[in-house]
């Protein structure tokens, strides 16, 4: 089993990213899984950006991305994408993607994808 996430880089204050998450090796439906996108700022703890389940299309959100950040999917691509606009310098952080299945309670995480908002 494999994420592998891409998309991340360096953009100024009100830009906008795209991340990527390409999923590979599952022996269960890529839309059996919840994806989530998670971040981590230097001296802090890993924090939940977003959550996508693809039963009854819910999406979920941290507060701090709400109105700028959109999770969608792919199933067909077993890949997962996150949306940023209007990037704020507190959004630096490494992203990275996780698939979580609860029929099985196994949880896959991907390297993670450096995202710099910086002027």
């Known amino acids: 089993v494999q994420l592998v996430e891409s998309g991340g880089g360096l953009v100024q204050p009100g830009g906008s990213l795209r991340l990527s998450c390409a999923a590979s090796?599952?022996?269960?439906?890529?839309?059996?899984?919840?994806m989530s996108w998670y971040r981590q700022a230097p001296g802090k703890e890993r924090e939940l950006v977003a959550h996508s389940i693809s039963a009854g299309g819910i999406r979920v959100y941290a507060d701090s991305v709400k109105g700028r950040f959109t999770i969608s999917r792919d199933n067909a691509k077993s890949t997962a994408y996150l949306q940023m606009n209007n990037l704020k310098p507190e959004d630096t952080a490494v992203y990275y993607c996780?698939?979580?299945?609860?029929?099985?309670?196994?949880?896959?995480w991907g390297q993670g994808t450096q995202v710099t908002v910086s002027s």
């Open positions: 090796g599952f022996t269960l439906a890529f839309s059996s899984y919840v």
């Open positions: 996780k698939a979580f299945h609860s029929g099985t309670a196994s949880a896959h």
